[in-house]
């Protein structure tokens, strides 16, 4: 269990990219509502989020097919609707087997929309993501189609998930030649045992002024503390259910997660507060989204803005995380916000 939150905490908002909007320095990520939680535990953690001054909110149609939206619908009255940024998604095929109902069509893409402001009970979709590319479907079609949504104020912003940093430059390229809605955010995978961002897209979205949406900031549960050298897997755990991911506890993570349980105690903290305080010292993130299945998953979050961390200790945790980087241009040098920022391999 973490610290305790803040009987006041202080949240921190920023620029979202090359918006105009402020969005919460933390973004409640919604992909377990109301599915692993009953409905009066799920609203009472989204109310108590938004209470610590969270004003983002992200969830995807692929999420319970369409439950979590449905939840949001529910919970959102009014008042607090205009109060959050809503965030949502499409891409998953939602009707199977017709495949026309996901990827990023022009005819499922209206549709989606359509759909998820029917779920959500609400006029709008302040950020409209594609979940995945679709190299199915030109580009032109899915731009005009997010450009024409944007024009009929069903779609304030749009941004994309799991894109590589290159189809979001074709993609700006295309917006510009037609004078379309240009891509605001890219949501990646990042956390301190994933920091393959730190390569190529995140100097990327810093020259061009895309916000870093980071999920899987405790990496699927491993940086949660829960995980323990020579002892079995938690029944239930995700990676109880993924062998994959049990293919990263070896003695080089367990060796990692030892000295970062000892730096967190230095600060009250515990593994898992650490690790998001770390990904808040990165200039080049956004917002790091905040998951899970039980409340007290979220809470121990709230107050992280307030947390200062020694230069010393993000040093050492760059140090201790560098060999989870991805190398593909190992002549290139690393990011701003990286201890190894000027050096080369």
């Known amino acids: 269990m973490g610290a305790p939150l803040p009987e006041a905490c202080t949240m921190q908002y920023v620029k979202f990219g090359n918006t105009g909007i402020m969005v919460s320095r933390l973004c409640l990520g919604a992909m377990e509502f109301p599915d692993t939680l009953e409905e009066s535990e799920a609203v009472a953690l989204l109310d108590e989020a938004l209470d610590s001054g969270i004003n983002f909110v992200d969830t995807a149609d692929a999420y319970g097919r369409g439950s979590s939206e449905e939840f949001l619908g529910r919970a959102l009255t009014p008042e607090k609707r205009d109060k959050i940024i809503l965030a949502t998604k499409c891409w998953v095929v939602m009707k199977p087997p017709?495949?026309?109902?996901?990827?990023?069509?022009?005819?499922?893409?209206i549709q989606a929309v359509e759909d998820s402001l029917r779920r959500m009970r609400t006029d709008r979709i302040d950020l409209y993501q594609l979940h995945h590319p679709h190299p199915e479907t030109p580009v032109e079609e899915t731009l005009s189609a997010l450009d024409a949504l944007v024009k009929q104020g069903k779609i304030r912003y749009i941004g994309v998930c799991n894109y590589f940093a290159w189809q979001v430059a074709h993609a700006l390229g295309v917006s510009a030649l037609h004078h379309w809605e240009p891509f605001a955010s890219m949501q990646v995978r990042y956390n301190l045992l994933d920091r393959g961002i730190e390569r190529e897209t995140a100097p990327f979205c810093r020259r061009f002024n895309i916000a870093i949406m980071g999920y899987g900031p405790l990496d699927g549960g491993i940086l949660s503390g829960k995980y323990k050298r020579g002892e079995?897997?938690?029944?239930?755990?995700?990676?109880?259910?993924?062998?994959?991911?049990?293919?990263?506890?070896?003695?080089?993570?367990?060796?990692?997660?030892?000295?970062?349980?000892?730096?967190?105690?230095k600060y009250d903290l515990a593994l898992n507060q650490l690790a998001v305080a770390w990904i808040l010292t990165k200039p080049f993130v956004t917002t790091p989204i905040l998951g899970g299945k039980k409340p007290?998953?979220?809470?121990?979050?709230?107050?992280?803005?307030?947390?200062?961390?020694?230069?010393?200790?993000?040093?050492?945790?760059?140090?201790?995380?560098?060999?989870?980087?991805?190398?593909?241009?190992?002549?290139?040098?690393?990011?701003?916000?990286?201890?190894?920022?000027l050096n080369r391999w």
Do not use: W
């Open 232 to 265: 079995p897997i938690p029944e239930g755990s995700r990676v109880s259910k993924i062998k994959q991911m049990q293919d990263y506890l070896t003695d080089q993570t367990f060796d990692i997660l030892d000295e970062l349980t000892a730096m967190a105690a």
């Open 98 to 109: 017709d495949r026309n109902t996901g990827g990023c069509s022009r005819y499922h893409i």
């Open 296 to 341: 007290e998953h979220f809470r121990p979050m709230y107050g992280l803005c307030e947390v200062v961390l020694d230069p010393a200790d993000v040093a050492r945790i760059d140090e201790l995380s560098q060999h989870t980087l991805y190398r593909p241009h190992s002549n290139q040098p690393m990011t701003e916000g990286s201890s190894l920022a």
